[in-house]
Structures are given as structure tokens and as C-alpha cells.
């Protein structure tokens, strides 16, 4: 990397830089302090300014220093420096009236108006400033201008500095504030202009910033604000802290920062050396401790040819099936991505749940701490979702401290040293960590109008980004990613994107736009529906490299059932007659509680629920016992029960390694059927292990009205206008399931076999094409549903746009990107329910920690405390850490009946008003709400009925239930 000065004039151990500045400048303050002092603005100015010369020095990595100095039309050395002198004027705001005189009304602060006063400047706000509203970050962006304007900067170029004071808090300011600072502060007079002055030349000399200025002869563009800002705001939050900034302040200011920052766990950049591919199978053997005779796959050979030939920064996207090492493959991506050219920072692996980031943490930390070795550095790591807390893998690298040498940093992996910076654990930001994990939610709000939204900018612009399973966002969340991608291309950010199964259509507007990020002039030509295949796209244009499939693995038999529970329990029983594992996958929870209270019943300690609707650690419990069991190393006889029925909801489909030999499934997406089917005969197994009539791989579809094996497409619309049942079209698109189930009805339902993975290119691209084999029966339907399609297809894009972030290139400044809503995600069930359904076309979610009132206060549900013991919680106290953890376990999902409309919010209160109060004092639990149960564990909450069971979950007794 390169380095800016190493030292800044007037710096002395013994004599202070203040020492320069008149009394009027040392007399401002901009921390009111504790009982060891206050702190003084130009202090502040410079711990801002020198935190930020060392973030840039030894943070920043060298691609997103590249990205910066290009924004801004300067050297690397240069463009720290301005970042330097940035950070160091974006609090000159406080120099103003209303905020030096704040305190004036409280009699233990009147000493900082008066010392004020002392110093020659009168700090009594004049009647406008009174009643206007005057944050400090708009004085800022004021002042700031007319000083550049002083110095002889064009104007526009004096507005895109200003601006990221401005927006040090987060969001610009509206174009109303701006308007009422400029009138307040025009009627400052000469003493404050002065100071004003004073400081930001001081500044200016401390930072060697002058001749930068001079040479900036250009607006920085709004992408080149965004990263400086974040920079801003970093440099200001570590500098704020007073623990490691203490108001005792030392006359040497170089040591200050220094040991100020060394309390800061900040970890250095990734930037990891070209990786020697020449014999890749070794290569990869070490990077992920594979056995010796482990060799690498196909698409794994492909991706790394595509990568070492890829100029710039580069989309690839491998589509390929279940099981092919697209993780690996992905990773390998990244480090060859990530060392040529200037090397980045770090890398992000983003996933559509919760459960899937998790089953990835423990992989990506693996091959992190291969690669800290390989570097001889220290890598911070951060899990990116809301229940991180939960995961034992992380919180053990959150208890590891990066300085101290006795800590135990290989714990797990004997290998390199990966550790959870406490500093950037928090929601906003985890991101600035160098390797992350997460849900794709944390790159979708990249391009929502989020306060903050800089920081994530931040952290991912110096990263390469890996995002899985992109066939499975809707039209709405793909309005974001397409953005979010755009931005990544203009930071010239690396981006890597998996699928199983992508649908052409959505594969060309993701390159556009990322095309359009990278401002390639070269249009895209046709693109290939081959499959496997490798996608590469950078300014020279794309290319496409098809991958050798590997051999047919399953040639699987599909037919269909009649929907009634009965036909379900009696297909299933014949089937299982001689043993074998049965995967029952239904659309919502409440099918799934249905058929599993009806298959309990005739098979009884055989069945198995699995749902969203557990509390998190009865889940995390069951999903272990089906692993165990179903998972690749269990076999009949050592593990594999001889015959277990599996009923469970969508979150099988992804992060569950089970295989089963016979799956019966509800209706869904083409694309969300097979990656069902990858669970069916997923490993590879001796032919004991199943029974002798499952050993042919079946799907059996479910969820279809008058569906008959016998019935053809024409008559199974003779007595009802639907072919599929509801709740199915309440959760899928009904064209998209029409779609689905006649290119099945062509294919494997009309008399042929389900071959994988060499059908699965030809079944997503008819499914998604634009004329589907429908049958000539079904038009009027089908018409009706495309035309539905269309208007919620609109609609849902419609208020994606609402809040998305415009293009990097259609902004001047920062508050041309902030257009729809300046309000904070902030740390509550109210604010962050609604903030996920601002990038997911969805209502809010609502999660709550269940527990169990009792006599004088409440406990955990019993079975989920170790040893089943429990004392009664008093509400008004903080229970502790070892009991929060317990209770942090206890989440569950609400049904959706309770989160819509105005029933959210009445929702929302009477959880608020059921939570202890001493949930407060908890880290763990603050922000969090109770569903509070009586002795039966049961409750009413607007006006629903609730009862929560062990074996079914959180179920709705009422009649009309939600999903």
C-alpha cells in the first residue's frame, strides 16, 4: 500500500500542536467530558484527522485506495491526505452558537458557554438560530464550502468536499437545512469567521492538505463522496470514543493516535499474493485441507482458467449443480481475483437465510485461516445476520483478542489466526471486517437509502463479493442486487455470483448491470444455456467457458398424488413398508403441522417436523439429529434409522445436508423443485443402505387439485378453476407454478425420467421462457395469471424504486442518492422488521423470544436450559449472560397473520409491553421482544390464539391460520 506523510509538522513529544491556535480556537469544545476533562474541538479535529491518516495507511487496502484516487482524480499518497484533511474539518460545525451554548441551561456545564465567552466570542444563538434546526453537520457543509470558495476551488468542487461533512451523520441534509444554515450562519460576525478560518487552516498545515486542494481541479464524483464519508465516519466514531481518545490529553499527538488506534482491534487488509495454480490439485488440498487424493473439480479447473485470464475487475458467475465444490470454487475465485491488479481488502460471501450463512461460516473460516497463514496476518471475521450471537463458531473468535499474545487464535484450525474484531461486530459495522459471511440482505442494502449506507459501501467496495443461490430473489430483490451489483462495477469491485439454476433472463440483467458499472462499451451478444457453465464479464467484454459435466447421477421417476392428507399417509406408509427416508416438503407451516400430526399418528416415533416455527434452539437441535442421521457419513446400521419420515417446510431446501430416498413435494418454482431434488439420493451409498424399493430415486408431487397419475391436463380443470392449492399461490407466482408443472407434464410427468443434472438446463429455460408448453386447457387460466404476474411484477418494482439508491452516475452529490427517506434501521424489533421487507418483497417478520410467565417473573421454556432446572427471572433485572444465551435461543417466528397491516403493530406493542424491562442492561437481549406464554404455554396476542409446542412449534389454534 501506499502511505501518506508519516508525520505531520508541529508534533512534538513535548509540545502539543494546540499550542499554535489563539484562545478563542482552544476555548471550543466538542466532547462535554467526563470527570477527567473535556475535549477541545482542534483536539478532536486532530484525532480525527490522524486516526484517519492511519486507516488509510494500514487499513485501507491497496484496491480501494486505487478506487479512491481514481474518484478523486489524484495520486494514492494525495488522496489520503485529503481523507486525512476531511476527517480532520468535518466537525467545524461545532464551531457554531447553538451548538457551543447547549449546554449553557444545565449548571454543571455553564463553565463551557463561559469559557467561550472569556476567549472574545459571544456564544448566545441569535432569535433565528434559536428556532431553526442547526445540526452540526450542516454548519459543517456550510462553512466548509464558503472557506473552499475563499480559496479559489470551483464551486462544484468546493460542494462534492463539503458534502461529506454534511453527511457525517449519515444521511445529507435536505435541501431546507442547507438554505436555513446559510442564513444563520451569514449573520455570524467577524470573531467566529476568524476562528473558522483559524481552524481549518490549521487543519489544512497539520494535514499537508493545501497543495491537494489545489491540484483537486475536478468534482470528486458521488461514488468517490460515498467512500470518503465512510472513511469520515469511521475516523470520527474511533476517535470518539473516549476510552481510547481520553479527554487527559498528551502533549504528543503522533503517540495519542497511536496507542489510541492500538486499542481499536482493526486488522490489516487481506491482499493476498497471486496463489500458484500450477498444480491446483495440491493447491487446493492445502487452501482447504482436503485429503491427499482429493483432486480438483471440473468447474473448479474452469473457474480458475476464467479467473487468471479475467483483465480488471470481473463478474463471474458458475452455474452448476448441488455438490459440485461451488463454495470452493467461489473462494478460489476470490484469491485469484483478489491478487491481481491492486490487491483487495478482504472478501464477503453472501447467502438468501440465515441457516445457509451458518452451514458456510465454519468452511470460510477454515479456508480464512489457511490463508492468514499463508500471509503471516491477522484476519478479522464477521457472521452477518441477526442471530449471530447463537452460532458457537463465531462467538468463540468474538472471545479471542487479537492482541494478546497467550490467545488461543487456533482454536479449531491449528492453521493461521482469524479472530471477530470486537470494534467492527456491530449491525453497521460488521461489514468493514475482512472476511464476512452473512445474508444477502448485507449487500442488498447497499442499495437501499439506509442511514449509514456509506459504511456498507465501505466495506464492500474493497472486497470481492461472493453471492449464492441467485436464482433465488424475486423481481423485487433483484432490483436491489442489480444496483447493488452496479455500485460493486463502479468501485471496480470483483463480484462472483453461484447458482444451480439460473434463469437466462436473470443471468443478462445482472451482467447489464454490471456492465453499466463498469461504463464497458461493448454490448452483450447471445448467451448460452449450456450448462454447466462459466460466465466472465469485464471491460474487454464477456466470455463463456462450458464446464465437462460430470455423469448422470440420478434418473429420477416423478409422478403425482391427490392433496388429501389421507392419499399422503397411505402413499407413504406403502412406500416405506420395508424402511427407507422420506422427505415430505410442504409450502407453509401449517401444511406441514397438518401432515405431520396425520403421519404421527400412524407411524408415530418415525416422523420428524422441521420449520421456521421452532424456537431457534429446539431447530438447531432437530436440524443436528437429522444430519446425524441422514447426513453422509450415517449408514443403515451405524446411524441411518431404518426407516425415518421427515415433514418440513422450505428451509430444508437449501442448508440441510440429508439424503433421502424418497421425496414428496408441493408444487413450487421449477427451480426451487430441483434444488428439492438435491436432497433425494444425494450421497453416494452402498446398496444396503436403502430399501430394496426406494433404490430407484422417486418425486412425488403434491399441492395440485385433481391431480390424478391417470388424469391429463385438460380434465384437471373440469371441476375447478385452480389447479394448484391455495396456500401454494400465496407463497409462489401462480404463472411461474403453471409454467412449472407443464414443462413437467412435457418432460418427466408425461412418461420420461427426470435425469440430473443433464435436464436441468432445458426444465428452468422453458419454465422461464415467454411461451411455456401450456396446454391449450389451461389458456384462459394461464392468460389470467401472466396478466397478474405483470401487474404485481410492476408494483413490486415500483416500490423497490421507491427506496433503491440511483446509479453512481446519475448523482452529483450524495443527496442526489438519498431521494425517498432519511430515516435510521435502527436497533428495535419495529424498525428492523420493516427495514428487511424494505429489500425483500414481503411483509415484516416478527421474531420473539419465547418464555414461560410465572409468579413474580417469567423463565426460558424449561427444556432448553441444561438440566432442565430453572429459577424464576425477576422482569426488572438484568438476567445474565449465561441465562441470556439461553433465552437468546428461544426466538421464534411469528405467523404472518400478525404481522400484516395495522396488525403489526399492535402486534409489536403487546410483545413490547409482555418483555422485561431488564432486557435493556443486556447486550444479548436488548432490542428483542417476548412472546410471553402462560403455564399451558399458550397465549392471545391481537386477538390470535397461540400455543407453542415442542413437537409441532409455534402453532395458531384459531381456524384461519397463517403461514
Not at 465501505?458 to 472486497?463: F, I, S, V
Not at 417478520?845 to 424449561?862: F, N, S
Request: proline share 6%.
Amino acid at each position: 500500500m501506499s502511505t501518506s506523510p508519516a508525520s505531520h509538522p508541529g508534533s512534538t513529544a513535548t509540545t502539543s500542536p494546540l499550542r499554535t491556535l489563539s484562545p478563542s480556537a482552544r476555548s471550543l469544545w466538542a466532547k462535554s467530558g467526563d470527570e477527567t476533562g473535556w475535549l477541545c474541538l482542534p483536539q478532536h479535529m486532530l484525532d480525527s484527522a490522524g486516526v484517519a491518516t492511519r486507516l488509510w495507511d494500514r487499513w485501507v487496502s491497496s484496491a480501494l485506495q486505487d478506487s479512491c484516487a481514481r474518484a478523486c482524480g489524484l495520486s494514492t499518497r494525495d488522496t489520503g491526505t485529503l481523507i486525512s484533511w476531511l476527517a480532520g474539518a468535518h466537525d467545524i460545525g461545532k464551531a457554531c452558537r447553538k451548538f457551543q451554548n447547549q449546554l449553557d441551561s444545565s449548571p454543571e456545564y455553564t463553565a463551557f458557554a463561559q469559557r467561550v465567552r472569556e476567549a472574545g466570542l459571544d456564544p448566545q444563538p441569535s432569535t433565528l438560530e434559536e428556532s431553526s434546526p442547526l445540526p452540526h453537520s450542516v454548519a459543517s457543509q456550510v462553512i466548509l464550502d464558503g472557506w473552499l470558495a475563499t480559496r479559489g476551488l470551483n464551486k462544484r468542487v468546493a460542494r462534492s468536499l463539503s458534502a461529506v461533512a454534511g453527511c457525517h451523520h449519515g444521511v445529507p441534509p435536505g435541501s431546507h437545512l442547507e438554505k436555513t444554515a446559510s442564513a444563520v450562519l451569514d449573520s455570524y460576525g467577524e470573531s467566529w469567521r476568524q476562528v473558522w478560518d483559524e481552524l481549518l487552516a490549521f487543519i489544512t498545515e497539520y494535514t499537508q492538505a493545501g497543495p491537494v486542494l489545489e491540484r483537486l481541479n475536478r468534482p470528486v464524483p458521488v461514488a468517490g463522496q460515498m467512500l470518503a464519508t465512510g472513511l469520515v465516519i469511521m475516523s470520527d466514531w474511533i476517535a470518539s470514543d473516549a476510552e481510547n481518545f481520553p479527554m487527559e490529553v498528551i502533549p504528543d499527538q503522533e503517540l495519542r493516535v497511536e496507542q489510541g488506534c492500538a486499542a481499536v482491534d482493526l486488522t490489516a487488509p487481506w491482499e493476498p499474493e497471486p496463489p500458484d495454480l500450477s498444480d491446483l490439485d495440491a493447491f487446493l488440498r492445502h487452501r482447504f485441507s482436503w485429503p491427499e487424493d482429493a483432486s480438483a473439480r471440473p468447474c473448479q479447473r474452469v473457474v480458475a482458467q476464467a479467473c487468471q485470464e479475467a483483465e480488471g475487475p470481473t463478474l463471474l458467475i458458475l452455474e452448476a449443480p448441488t455438490g459440485e465444490g461451488k463454495t470452493e470454487a467461489a473462494l478460489l475465485a476470490a484469491e485469484v481475483l483478489g491478487s491481481s491488479g491492486a490487491p483487495t481488502g478482504g472478501v464477503l460471501l453472501a447467502a438468501p437465510t440465515m441457516s445457509t450463512s451458518d452451514s458456510l461460516f465454519r468452511r470460510t473460516r477454515e479456508w480464512a485461516a489457511s490463508s492468514s497463514e499463508d500471509l503471516g496476518e491477522v484476519l478479522s471475521m464477521f457472521l452477518g445476520h441477526s442471530r449471530n450471537a447463537l452460532n458457537e463458531d463465531y462467538q468463540r473468535l468474538r472471545a479471542a483478542q487479537v492482541y494478546d499474545e497467550t490467545a488461543d487464535h487456533h482454536e479449531d484450525t491449528d492453521r493461521g489466526q482469524v479472530v471477530a474484531s470486537q470494534w467492527m461486530s456491530g449491525r453497521k459495522k460488521g461489514v468493514l471486517s475482512t472476511v464476512v459471511v452473512s445474508t444477502v440482505d448485507q449487500v442488498l442494502f447497499m442499495a437501499l437509502q439506509a442511514k449509514h449506507a456509506m459504511l456498507r459501501h465501505l466495506g464492500l467496495a474493497g472486497k470481492v463479493v461472493v453471492i449464492d443461490e441467485v436464482h433465488a430473489y424475486d423481481a423485487y430483490m433483484n432490483v436491489y442486487l442489480a444496483r447493488a451489483i452496479e455500485w460493486l462495477a463502479e468501485y471496480g469491485t470483483s463480484v462472483v455470483l453461484l447458482s444451480a439454476t439460473l434463469p437466462v433472463q436473470i443471468k443478462r440483467t445482472l451482467m447489464e448491470a454490471y456492465a453499466r458499472g463498469l461504463h464497458a462499451q461493448r454490448p452483450l451478444g447471445e448467451l448460452s444455456s449450456a450448462y454447466p457453465l462459466v460466465t466472465a464479464l469485464s471491460r474487454p467484454g464477456s466470455r463463456e467457458l462450458a464446464v465437462p459435466p460430470r455423469p448422470a447421477d440420478i434418473d429420477a421417476a416423478v409422478s403425482t398424488i391427490a392433496d388429501d392428507v389421507a392419499t399422503l399417509v397411505s402413499t407413504v406408509l406403502e412406500s416405506t413398508e420395508k424402511g427407507g427416508c422420506v422427505l415430505v416438503l410442504c409450502n407453509t407451516v401449517a401444511r406441514a403441522q397438518d401432515a405431520y400430526t396425520a403421519l404421527r399418528t400412524e407411524m408415530g416415533e418415525d416422523v420428524r417436523l422441521l420449520h421456521a416455527r421452532f424456537v431457534a434452539g429446539d431447530r438447531v437441535s432437530l436440524e443436528k439429529e437429522l444430519v446425524a442421521e441422514m447426513g453422509p457419513r450415517a449408514h443403515r446400521g451405524s446411524g441411518r434409522p431404518a426407516r425415518r419420515v421427515v415433514v418440513a417446510t422450505q428451509v430444508a431446501e437449501q442448508s440441510l445436508d440429508i439424503d433421502v430416498d424418497l421425496l414428496i413435494t408441493d408444487i413450487a418454482p421449477m427451480d426451487l423443485i430441483l434444488q428439492r431434488l438435491g436432497r433425494l439420493h444425494r450421497h453416494a451409498r452402498p446398496e444396503g443402505d436403502r430399501p430394496e424399493g426406494l433404490r430407484h430415486p422417486r418425486m412425488i408431487l403434491r399441492g395440485l387439485v385433481g391431480a390424478d397419475p391417470q388424469t391429463d391436463a385438460a380434465t384437471q380443470l373440469s371441476g375447478s378453476e385452480e389447479l394448484f392449492d391455495p396456500s401454494s399461490t400465496a407463497v409462489y407466482d401462480e404463472a411461474l407454478l403453471l409454467a412449472t408443472y407443464a414443462t413437467l407434464l412435457e418432460g418427466p410427468l408425461g412418461g420420461g425420467v427426470l435425469t440430473r443434472p443433464d435436464d436441468v438446463p432445458h426444465l428452468v429455460q422453458t419454465t422461464y421462457s415467454p411461451a411455456p408448453p401450456i396446454p391449450a386447457a389451461w389458456e384462459k387460466i394461464w392468460q389470467e395469471a401472466v396478466v397478474a404476474r405483470g401487474r404485481d411484477r410492476d408494483r413490486s418494482e415500483s416500490r423497490a424504486s421507491t427506496f433503491v439508491f440511483p446509479p453512481a452516475g446519475s448523482a452529483r452529490r450524495l443527496s442526489d442518492l438519498f431521494t425517498a427517506q432519511d430515516r435510521d434501521i435502527a436497533d428495535s424489533a419495529r424498525s428492523e422488521a420493516s427495514g428487511l421487507a424494505q429489500v425483500r418483497d414481503s411483509d415484516p417478520t416478527i421474531e420473539a423470544v419465547v418464555i414461560v410467565d410465572r409468579p413474580g417473573g417469567y423463565t426460558p421454556l424449561p427444556w432448553l436450559v441444561r438440566g432442565g432446572a430453572t429459577r424464576t427471572l425477576v422482569d426488572d433485572q438484568d438476567p445474565g449472560w449465561t441465562t441470556a444465551r439461553v433465552l437468546a435461543r428461544s426466538t421464534v417466528r411469528l405467523p404472518r397473520s400478525l404481522c400484516l397491516g395495522r396488525t403489526f403493530d399492535t402486534t409489536i406493542d403487546a410483545l413490547e409491553r409482555a418483555t422485561p424491562i431488564g432486557w435493556a442492561a443486556n447486550g444479548l437481549l436488548r432490542g428483542l421482544v417476548a412472546l410471553r406464554l402462560d403455564s399451558e404455554l399458550t397465549c392471545e396476542v391481537s386477538e390470535r390464539r397461540l400455543r407453542y409446542e415442542r413437537e409441532l412449534g409455534l402453532q395458531e389454534t384459531q381456524e384461519q391460520r397463517g403461514t
